[in-house]
Every structure is written in structure tokens, then in C-alpha cells.
């Protein structure tokens, strides 16, 4: 018997070159191929008649070869091979191309499987490369429901299909960590099934009860996970803030906090005068007043003689965080400082005495924050802003450096609430639905190419009135195949043809961090025109003077995306505009993109894209900050995650520490999933 995590290799047919190809796809070990699950299924498990055949819906079908196949040579590279089948219904002319093989495996008078689709075009009745099988052959492409792998290439679904075959019958599936009663309560798979029934399933019906079984499984550990974190927090106990009066701090802000905020910071001061750790999301779309929320939270720590850490996901959101919160502080007499990791070693070497000392009441920064060299005297509030970049694993990270500090997190993804339950499952959290007053919308266009000369009128305008522009495009590097806008070579067209006269800079995610700040905080300071960049811009840089966002080829990104970054314009006084520009002609994703237009709603834009496009890609780790699940990338139903949670919660009240089998492999699941996911979730 082979180990799940021998290497695969041991496999017969995966040498050094299909191993790199495996690689290309994360798999590396038994165990990662038989964790890699189809994307879908193709149900060939019916027979139709010739004559039920349809264009473009390939299915099995019997039938008998009538003569023997006859190849031609139609030029060099492309060999032609003739052969007539027949039913009782019908005769088919099947024509396969460059399949020599075809004449040798066919014969004459023979009943073979065929699968395959009838061509649509030119009145003749014929299909194109079929697949076929002898009758006396155990299934592989026919008569069977086929999985239907993620590829890369050089590797076929057939040779994966092979590998993962050979592996589940040379070693042992992953073992059961979902207790027994709960499998029978929720009518899920035992592991040993499911885990055979989604590759080789017997109908799409197994291939479902498996998909359902996987998918709780893996809500189920990430949920447990969270449970005992949660249960670990129950058990500690900290100080209680004493009262704080908030009025100066309200006196020195330069308006009237929304009721929203206000509500949100009440939240907040009874979290902490509780006596165990506070572990709170403020959830707000952009430009809902946060950072004052923050504010709020490190002024009740500081009124106690506690320190607060703010930690953002980018210097120049650090510094920018560091200077509206110094210039609010420091006339209340409270002290910031900055710590972040391009400043020059003596000047962080100075942060970190002053933090060390307790001469700081706020210390605002980056990873830098994290780092073994910064320990803090007194450390009572952790603050992550953009919580998804951040993982767990990091917020915990923080968090250690003082004794069971209070915790507040901050996200500008809006998520619906229920997908914010499951996802944020050991939070509490506090929405912002209210904006502050005088904010203007950014009025959305959704446009063709025929308005590339309109859209370039209106850039130049844009500038000659002073502002700047931001362009999006979906890709850093230039894809033919796909078609779409690459931000490089846009960048270069623009700079070279349409704007000579202009600044253009680029942005995108493969550019080295120090040179991505660089450029964003040359466009903060106003030495760009028009930045071209790619999504790297989605988070958090304010840049007033911003006023048109351009979103190239905007069918490819998910609403919420496109929500987020037209949230980069809008944030001065002058009036803006978001253009979505797309080449897509069908109708579904025009009337998904007009709904951007007509809503600046984040949370309903939220809700939309979640029943367009299922929760899938709200869990992926890009978008929330959590581990990138497997299955769950397949979209499934709320009420499977929301089983999984109940599940794994009643289960940790009753049997956390239980010493079963499924207990103890549960838990090593949940190290690794989080152990994993700090690698992952930046
Ligand atoms: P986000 O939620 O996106 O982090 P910010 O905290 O950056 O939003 O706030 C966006 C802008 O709105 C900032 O310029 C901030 O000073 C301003 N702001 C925040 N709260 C209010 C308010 N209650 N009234 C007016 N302006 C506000
Ligand atoms: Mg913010």
C-alpha cells in the first residue's frame, strides 16, 4: 500500500515530465491528486439512436462500422480518414482527422461505443473525431459519467483521469473526520465513498452526493476551526476598559460622525468594557468612515493607558492612515507614530524604542508591525484594515504581542450577512449601510468599442480640468487568445498614440512592492496624468483628484470587484465617473453590468453577485482572506455551509476533546488548513 503523501512518481506513467506538469497544477503528492476533483461531469452514461443525435450535444450511441476505413493524405501535416456507421435508424459518415489509428481499431462489420456530437453545418448528415470503445472493453470514455478535470498544458483529462485512478487503488483516501452522527443527520457520504464517487462516479447523482459531501467536509473543518478559536477566546479574561468620555474626541473630529459610525463605535466601547477580548469586523463599503471607527477604538485603549496597533496592507496606506490620525491625535494629546518596512533602519529603530517604551499610544504600519523586532509595552487594541488581505493566521500573529488584546477588523468588502456568518464565523460584526452626507455618486456608464474616441475626449478633459484617470484592464501581460486588454501594452498605446502630451503611468501586480508604491504614491502626489493599472489598485489609496475610472473589458470582473474599484473615484468634491467598457454581447452579462450602473449599493451589488455566480468566488482566497477552498470553488448552496457550521459548532460543544479517531483527525486538519492559509492569504 502506498502513503497519501508519497510522491507521484511512484505512479506508473508520471516520470519527470508529467510530474512538472502535475506540478503546474499544485500536485505534488497522492494525496494532492486525489484531493483534485473534477470542475464537472459529462453523463455518458446514456445510449441514444443515430437518428436522436443532435448538433452540438455530443452522446453515446451503438453502432455498427459499414466498411472499412479509408485514409487520405490531403497535405502534409493533415491525413483524412473516412468510415460509415449505421444503426437500425440511420446511417452516419464519421470523419476523423489525423488518426491513423482509426483504420487498425475500426472493423469492418464490427459494434463499437461512439460519443460524439453530429455537425450543425452544411447539410451533411456527419460527425468529426468521435470517441470510441469495443464492447468488450471496460468503460473509460463511454457509457460512464466522465469527470471532467482542471488541466494545464501537455496534461490531458484522459492521462489525469489514469493518475487518479491508479492512486485510489494503491492507497487509502484521506480518513473520516465527520462524526458519524452528524453524517447521518446531514445524509452525507462517508469519506471512503465520497472520495472514490467524485472520480468515478455511477451517475451524476453519486457525482452530487459526493460533490455535497466534499463541500461540507471542507466547511465543516474550516468552521470547527473557528469554533475553537472561539472557545478559546471564551476562556480569557482581560481587564474591562473603565468608561471613556468620547467628547473630545468627538469635538476634534472635523464632522459629524454618521449614525452608522456612531453605532458601530458604541459596539465597540461595550466590547471592551466586558472583561473578555473583543473580536469585532466593521464591515463597510468604501468611503463609509472606517478609519474614524478605528480612531475610535485606539482613543478608548489610549484613555485606558493601553497601546493600539493599526496595521494596514500597504505603506503608502499606512502612511496616509498615519498622517489623518496624527494631525486627529496629536492636539488630543495622544502619540503616533509610523512603522513600516521602507523607512530607514534608524528611523525604525526609533519607532520601535518609542513602542517599546510605551512612549506611543498608536503605532500605525505594515507587516513591520509583526516582526519579531517590534514588541510593544503594553499592547490592549490590534486593528487590521482591509481584513481580507489579511488572514487569521496574521491577525493572530498581532494580536500575541500583547496579552489577549481586544481585536477589530476592518473590510470594505461588502459580504452578504449570511455568507458573512459563515466566513466570519468567530467575529462579531458591525455593518456600515450609511455614508457620509454631501457624498456624491460616481454616475456609471457601460459602453462599447464604438466609443473608444469618446472615452479618449473625455480622459482628455478630465486632465485639462486638472484631474486624474484611472484605467483597469484585466490582465498585466498581453493574452491573444483571450482577447483582452493586457495594462502593459495599454499603457503603451496610450502613452505612444492617443496621449503623447499626457503622464501615463503603469501599475500592475507583478511589479516589484517597492516599485508599485512608488508609482501609486507618484499618482497620489499628482505626477500622473492617467494611471493604467491592473486590480493591485482595488485596495484602500486615496486620491482625491481622481475623477474617471475606466474599467477595460469590465465582463471580467465580478461585480463586487468592479464596485470596489470604482470606489477609487468619488472621494473628492469634484463630480465623477466610473466607464465600464466590454466587448460582450450577451445579454446576461450586459444586464449584470447595467445593475452597477444603476446601484452604488455595495451590499445589494454584493447579494447580486452572489446569486449570479454562487458563493464560489467569495471564498476564494483573493477575495475574503480565507483559505482558498477546493470544492467550494465548484459553488454550492448556502444551506450545505450553513449545515457544515451548525455541525461543526454543536459538534465542538459536545465532543471538542473527544479522542476518536474522526476528533483527532479533524484537528490535524484544522492545523493544517490554518497553517496553510498563512502562506496564502496576502
Ligand atoms: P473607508 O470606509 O473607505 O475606509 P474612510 O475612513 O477613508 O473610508 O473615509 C472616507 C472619507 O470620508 C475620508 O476623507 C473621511 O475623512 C471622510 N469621512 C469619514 N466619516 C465622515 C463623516 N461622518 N462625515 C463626513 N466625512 C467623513
Ligand atoms: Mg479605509
Redesign the pocket.
Known sequence: MARLSDPITILKGVGPTKAKQFENLNIYTLRDLICHFPRGYEDRTKLVTIDQLEADRPACFKAMVMNTPRTAHIRKGLDMTKVQLADHTARLNVTFFNNRYVTDQLQYGKEYIFYGAINGDFGGYGMTNPTFEALDTAPITTRRVLPVYPLTAGLSNASVLKAVRQALAICDVPPEIIPEEVRRQYGILPAERAYYAIHEPASMEEAELAKRRLVFEEFFVFSAGLSLMRAARAGKKTAPYDSVDMKPFYAA??????GA?QRAIEEIRTDVRRGVPMNRLVQ???????????AAAAYLAANNGRQAALMAPTEILAE?HYQ?LSRLFTPLGLRVALLTGSMKEKEKRQARELIAAGQIDLAVGTHALLTDATVFHDLGMVIA??QHRFGVAQRSKLSAKGSDPHVLV?S?TPIPRTLALIMYGDLNVSI?DEL????QTVDTFLVGESYRARINAFIRKQVSEGHQCFVVCPAVEENEELGIKSAEVWAETLQKTVFPDLRVLLLHGQMKGAEKEAVMAAFAAGAGDVLVATTVIEV?V?V?NATLMVIEDADRFGLSQLHQLR?RVG?GSAKSYCILTTHNRSAETLQRLKALCKTTDGFRIAEEDLKLRGPGDFFGARQSGLPAFRVADLSYDLQTLKDAQTASAEWIDHSGTSDAPEASALRERINELFHRAEGTMN
Open positions: 473630529l472635523p464632522f459629524t460622525l454618521t459610525q463597510g463599503d468604501v468611503g463609509s468612515g472606517k478609519t474614524m471607527v478605528a496616509q489623518s484594515d482591509e476592518m470594505a456600515l457620509p452626507p454631501g457624498r484602500g486615496d482625491p470606489g472621494r
